[in-house]
């Protein structure tokens, strides 16, 4: 087993993954040969008898470990686009060693002090910015983890990183107890008036693979939204609405009030450990938004603008349900099920119409387009390198001065790839001893498929997901950086969403859809009078939609930028969060946060406010291309030069400034959104 992978990377055309001559079994020997290998660049590092200098420290441990990335990206890629039992056995197995590893690293203390001793020189060393960067990246690396504390802290931060990681699992293990446990079985045809024969169809297979008769509807969203967006029934809505509504809150052997209290006190104890005032500070240090009280600012200004548009589209929807079904006061229950029939009857747009100006391969062109005419890119079809799937496509990407990247895209459904669309990278940007290496990038979607009869044809919120994908693929394809690690979408969490966003606004424009948008048969440009019905349908109740992300980040905040130790009651405390954004009546049985996975399981606690800051920020940035035309060099050059080829070399404020000239504000977002007239 000598002749591993490792040495086959060397001799691909454009040194890129070579997919076919990898067999399953290579990669976990390829693993521990490459951990082992960047072990001994670590302790390379350490055990140097030099004095620790930015450039054998700093940036030695930046360049460490690069076969070893390597094969991660391949393995892990391939486990999300093309998977198997085998591959996920391996995932399994080489997961701890990999984690085990990166521990290694970060509890190093060898390793810190030189670390240290480079960052208490700082001011002396007269760095590059993007050194710089590197520097403070590095260093927080490991205070941020507890570097910095005693004995008897560390030995504390690593108990309540442990509690806090069984806390987190235990929440999503009840969460998902509580949506399997839930059943509503129906006998009666009519009790599933109104939804649309796929959704019954499917509740029907729900039924007959429990091996009842009838109709089965859960929690599980592809047979929740359906339900309260179609259903007639208002009694069974309301019924499936409050067991939506109730999870983790019934005082059960599956409630979470407990634990998120328990989750809410550790962060905060663990960010006072560590020097910081609250979660949400620790937190922010390492966003564009920076401090919680921007967070807060921000939120509660979009609110002041979003409010009074809420409110009116509410009357209106109220006025609409009371006209339609005699309803005096609006429910939770009611909300999905009456937009849907508002929106059919303003807009009635259907994706049927639309589709046959979308085949893919026009989207594809279009989308090349118009990174051609902004930032000069080709993409050429090239079939000299390998594919991990027939179905992929592989480019060579050029400008006037020569290959900028290769590019994979793959778009359709098949079974061993997960759902979504995603950007990812297979080999990373970076300037190294004079040579840039340049980035090997791929999107992956789940898009229609041909068939023998009909082209991919894709709804328009497909075309906007590929437009979005290919926004952070520019991010990958465009970097220019001297450090990996700094490189590309290696940025803020809340700037990351800035390039893919952006992209989406090309979508609604029509000196844009005049480019690809034809009719696959006839050739005709997409009619300006579907393109306006489009634009008005997708900031269709925008004002409550806008609320109700601003209450989910006051509620996020409202957890971790305090000091949560006087909170005894989630209900309580939540319905107080809430107060200022609430449209609909409360109900006593339901509470937010005993399900608020994104906070108190996923990675967004102290995060949720992103959402909007992310359409605050492309929204700003696409005005500054529309007053001086969507396909102007300046600007695109400008995005290019300050954004785009940046990566997380410096802060983005810094970044965005120099590309706008000034911060972002949210008025385009809300001039977008129909909110201010
Ligand atoms: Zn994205």
Redesign the pocket.
Same mark, same amino acid.
């Given at each position: 087993m000598d002749m591993t992978i490792l040495n086959r990377y060397f001799n691909t055309a454009y040194n890129t993954a070579p997919f076919s001559k990898i067999k399953t079994e290579d990669y976990l020997p390829a693993f521990k040969i490459g951990i082992k290998n960047a072990k001994a660049e670590i302790t390379a590092i350490v055990n140097n008898k030099d004095t620790p200098t930015f450039k054998n420290t700093i940036e030695a441990l930046d360049y460490s470990g690069k076969e070893l990335d390597r094969i991660s990206s391949i393995f892990f890629n391939l486990n999300s686009a093309e998977t198997n039992e085998d591959i996920q056995n391996i995932a399994q197995e080489v997961s701890p060693l990999l984690s085990e590893f990166s521990n290694d690293i970060t509890l190093n203390e060898d390793l810190f002090k030189r670390v240290k001793a480079v960052y208490d020189l700082k001011s002396t060393l007269e760095l590059t910015t993007e050194q710089e960067t590197l520097l403070d990246k590095k260093y927080k690396g490991f205070s941020r983890n507890g570097a910095n504390l005693t004995k008897d802290k560390k030995e504390r931060l690593r108990t309540i990183d442990k509690e806090s990681s069984q806390l987190k699992l235990k929440f999503g293990e009840h969460i998902l107890a509580e949506t399997n446990k839930f059943e509503m079985y129906l006998t009666d045809e009519s009790d599933l008036s109104g939804l649309p024969d796929g959704a019954k169809e499917a509740a029907k297979q729900l039924a007959e693979a429990r091996g009842k008769d009838g109709w089965l509807i859960t929690l599980d969203y592809p047979s929740y939204i359906p339900f309260m967006t179609y259903a007639d029934n208002r009694e069974l809505r309301e019924q499936l609405s409050k067991a939506f509504g109730s999870k983790g809150f019934k005082n059960d052997e599956l409630d979470n009030q407990d634990i998120v209290l328990r989750i809410a006190k550790l962060r905060f104890e663990r960010a006072q450990l560590l020097g910081y005032k609250t979660h949400a500070h620790f937190v922010l240090e390492e966003r564009m938004a920076e401090t919680p009280e921007k967070v807060k600012t921000f939120l509660n200004e979009l609110l002041a603008k979003a409010k009074p548009a809420a409110d009116e589209e509410f009357k209106k929807l109220e006025g609409f349900a009371k006209d339609l079904h005699g309803i005096d006061q609006l429910q939770k229950w009611d909300s999905a099920y009456y937009s849907e029939k508002l929106k059919q009857k303003l807009f009635s747009l259907d994706d049927e119409q639309l589709k046959p100006y979308f085949k893919l391969e026009n989207v594809i062109d279009g989308v090349f387009t118009v990174a051609k005419k902004l930032f000069g890119l080709q993409f050429e079809e090239i079939d000299t390198i390998d594919k991990y799937h027939e179905d992929v496509m592989t480019y060579k990407v050029t400008d006037d001065g020569g290959l900028i990247a290769i590019f994979y895209a793959d778009f359709f459904p098949r079974s061993g790839k997960r759902n979504g669309a995603w950007m990812t990278s297979y080999k990373p940007q970076m300037i190294k001893d004079g040579h840039n290496h340049r980035p090997h990038v791929s999107i992956v979607c789940n898009f229609t498929k041909p068939t023998k009869s009909k082209p991919s044809l894709l709804t328009f919120n497909e075309v906007t997901t590929l437009f =979005?994908e290919f926004g =952070?693929a520019l991010h990958g394809i465009l970097a220019n950086t001297t450090y990996p690690s700094l490189s590309g979408t290696s940025v803020y969490w809340d700037f990351v969403?800035l390039p893919?966003q952006i992209l989406e606004n090309w979508c609604y424009e029509e000196e844009t859809l005049k480019l690809f948008a034809k009719h696959y048969k006839t050739g005709e440009v997409i009619p300006m009078e579907l393109i306006e019905k489009i634009k008005a349908s997708s900031t269709f109740h925008e004002g409550m939609q806008t609320l109700r992300q601003i209450s989910f980040g006051l509620l996020d905040m409202s957890w971790h930028g305090v000091d949560p130790s006087g909170i005894n009651d989630v209900k309580t405390y939540e319905a107080e969060a809430f107060s200022g954004t609430n449209l609909y009546p409360d109900v006593a049985e339901n509470c937010m946060s005993t399900s608020f996975a994104h906070i108190f399981q996923g990675g967004y606690s102290s995060g949720y406010y992103s959402y909007k800051w992310a359409e605050v920020l492309d929204a700003d940035a696409f005005e500054y291309f529309k007053e001086e035309g969507i396909f102007s060099k300046t600007v695109a050059d400008k995005f290019k030069t300050y954004i785009l080829s940046q990566g997380g070399t410096e802060n983005p404020m810094t970044m965005y400034k120099k590309f706008r000239g000034q911060e972002p504000k949210p008025e385009a977002l809300l001039r977008r959104a129909g909110l201010l007239k």
């Open positions: =979005h =952070h969403e893919s």
